[in-house]
């Protein structure tokens, strides 16, 4: 006897019984449902520098003979261009004239760098010039050195990790949902494991895109339906 293999077009429908239409023939199927949960997990791909600003005081000099007042947030610039800011309003005195010298005015007053790290750290001594006044009539220097400064690269989740796991969560959950599905099934049934759609449910993830961790965990609990249909009448059709 010689075999012969023959392609029929079909048509698989939840309503119709299995007949022939204009399309072909029709095999008749049913909606089979199931929920299944997964997790996975999977190391963050992030990198990101966090750390500590440095802070300390610093004394301001008025070589003006006026009253000079600065805003909270005034710049200064120190030692290799590091930027700090003043912490509050601050209000200093006129420098005083003598008949043979100058005494500059003073006043100490809170900073904190403007960038995190330890190269904020700078010593005592140290001068300071204000970013948006002239040196000559107004400048700053620290009796002590400004401290806690520090910085430190660490594991963070990326948007992309999100998207990865969400990927490997989807295809846990659809192998689990076919297995699942084809154990509810009678020995003379079979799912269309292309038909399997995914319907109601929701997905969690330990940590959220920017946030510090070294590994992301998403759980998930989704809902899936496929279509059933019976060994027999695909026979029976073909």
């Known amino acids: 006897a010689q075999k012969i293999d023959k392609e029929l077009p079909l048509v698989v429908s939840t309503t119709d019984s299995a007949v022939e239409s204009t399309r072909g023939a029709v095999l008749s199927a049913q909606i089979a449902s199931v929920t299944v949960s997964a997790e996975e997990v999977m190391t963050t791909t992030g990198k990101k520098t966090v750390g500590d600003k440095a802070h300390g005081e610093i004394t301001i000099l008025n070589k ?6 600065f805003k909270a947030g005034t710049i200064l ?3 290799h261009n590091l930027k700090f800011t003043l912490n509050e309003d601050v209000k200093v005195a006129s420098a005083s004239e003598s008949s043979d010298s100058l005494s500059y005015g003073k006043k100490t007053v809170a900073v904190t760098s403007s960038a995190i790290g330890p190269e904020a750290n700078v ?9 948006d006044f002239p040196a000559p009539s107004y400048s700053a220097r620290n009796d002590q050195a400004l ?3 520090t910085s430190r690269e660490i594991s963070v989740v990326t948007k992309k990790d999100q998207e990865t796991l969400a990927k490997k969560l989807l295809e846990s959950l659809q192998t689990k949902a076919l297995e699942e599905l084809s154990l509810k099934l009678g020995e003379n049934e079979a799912i269309i494991n292309e038909s399997l759609t995914k319907k109601d449910g929701e997905e969690t993830f330990s940590a959220e895109a920017g946030e510090e961790a070294k590994e992301v965990k998403g759980t998930a609990t989704i809902q899936f339906e496929a279509l059933a249909y019976t060994r027999a009448k695909l026979v029976t059709l073909a």
């Open 64 to 69: 003006t003979i006026h009253e000079k007042s």
């Open 123 to 131: 010593g005592s001594g140290s001068d300071f010039t204000f970013a």
């Open 147 to 149: 401290s806690g400064g």
């Open 77 to 79: 610039v120190g030692p």
